[in-house]
Structures are given as C-alpha cells and as structure tokens.
C-alpha cells in the first residue's frame, strides 16, 4: 500500500500570500489530521477531518483551515502568511479516529 | 491543560541499551505513543501503550503507568541507525487528537 503523500514538498511564499497544501491520505483510511511542526514549539496538532467533516481544531488562528474531500483527500489552507507560519506542515491518515496515525513526509514551507 | 515531559537530548553508545522517559499531566487520556523522527523525515509509529505495563516488539519495547502519568521507551542493543528523535503523544480521549511532547534527540555514538 503507498504511504501518506503530500504536496508540494517544499514551498517559499511571502508575507501576506496564501498557501494551499495538500494531502493524499493512505488507501482505506478515513481520518486525516494535521500538525505544524517547529523547532521552538514541536508537533502541534492542527486539526482533524474524518468523513469530509472537521471533528477537531486545535488551537490556531482563523487564517488556518481545511477541507476534506469525499475520496478522503484533504487540503489545508493558510492565508495572509506572517513569518512565524514557517515550518514543517505534517499530514497523518488512520483507518479511523481511534487508530494510530501514520505520517505523510511534510511540506516545509519557507516564508520570506 | 496539556502538558508533556521529555529529556531534550541525551547520548548513548552502539550496542548498549537506552530509556527515554516521558511525563504527562492531560485532561483525559486515551494511549500513549511513541514515535520515530529522523531528521528531515516524518514521524513514525513505534509503539502503542494503553493499559499499564511493558510491550515489547524486538529491540523496541515501552512502559506505562497510567496512576504515575509516566511512559518509557527501552531501546536495546543500539545502532547508529538509532539516532533520530523519539516523540511521546497521548491522545485525548474527547477529540482524539494527539499531544505530542517536545521530543528527545538521541545520539548513538560509536
């Protein structure tokens, strides 16, 4: 079964742009979640999509937001980019909500 | 609140055994995981603990204690391919989301 992917790998944008990432979860699995990952602040969890639906967010501002598509695809969102919003963006997919996840590679997305 | 404990870094050396700790104080608790992160790459799952007690699976094997908020992961019979960052995260049993803690660098020296 191919893994978790995500794209685009690598990003650069500038203050005040906007970002569109995306993420192909693993074959049967239903729930997607994402994470933010710095050196200062570690994993952070993102939010959560099972069934085209988000069940849970965590705690970032409005400008970051998702969707998830009927074939489980998921696309995150990030507008109006400030400096701080440079990281490693991860994606993970589980069967469902109480499985474990497994990660996709990242974006690592670089604003200037 | 959330809050999750580990070691920053620590050293060890190829062939001997390591334990990383991990403390948790969560509101709620649905299982504690570990997980592999070398550098660059994405995290992978190591091992899995919802009830107290040890599970092994080869060199890798992790604790739990639930009543102590703490967790361990042993690693034996280090390799250099060893060296990466071990990640804690409990997953809450409300929004199932994962905490994760700051994660713990180790470092196999030959």
């Known amino acids: 079964k191919a893994g978790v992917t995500q794209t685009p790998r690598y990003l650069i944008k500038t203050r005040g742009q906007q970002v569109t990432l995306s993420c192909s979860p693993i074959?049967?699995?239903?729930?997607v979640s994402w994470y933010q990952q710095t050196p200062g602040q570690g994993l952070q969890f993102l939010f959560e999509?099972?069934?085209?639906?988000?069940?849970n967010k965590g705690n970032f501002p409005g400008r970051f937001s998702g969707r998830q598509f009927s074939n489980s695809r998921s696309e995150m969102n990030v507008s109006t980019l400030e400096l701080g919003d440079s990281a490693l963006y991860l994606c993970?997919?589980?069967?469902?909500?109480?499985?474990?996840?497994?990660f996709g590679p990242g974006t690592r997305l670089t604003v200037l | 609140g959330q809050n999750i404990d580990q070691p920053t870094e620590m050293t060890a050396t190829e062939g001997a055994i390591v334990q990383i700790n991990c403390t948790y104080q969560?509101?709620?608790?649905?299982?504690l995981f570990w997980y592999q992160q070398h550098a660059g790459e994405a995290p992978t799952f190591l091992s899995y603990?919802?009830?107290?007690g040890l599970e092994e699976k080869g060199r890798f094997s992790s604790f739990l204690s639930r009543s102590k908020g703490y967790s361990y992961l042993l690693l034996k019979e280090l390799q250099m391919k060893d060296s990466a960052s071990y990640l804690c995260?409990?997953?809450?049993?409300?929004?199932?989301?994962?905490?994760f803690g700051p994660g713990t660098r180790l470092s196999v020296l030959p």
């Open positions: 603990n919802v009830l107290d």
């Open positions: 999509y099972f069934s085209e639906t988000q069940r």
């Open positions: 074959s049967g699995h239903r729930s």
């Open positions: 993970a997919s589980s069967p469902d909500r109480t499985d474990t996840q497994y």
């Open positions: 969560t509101s709620g608790f649905n299982g």
């Open positions: 995260a409990v997953r809450s049993p409300y929004g199932q989301n994962f905490v």
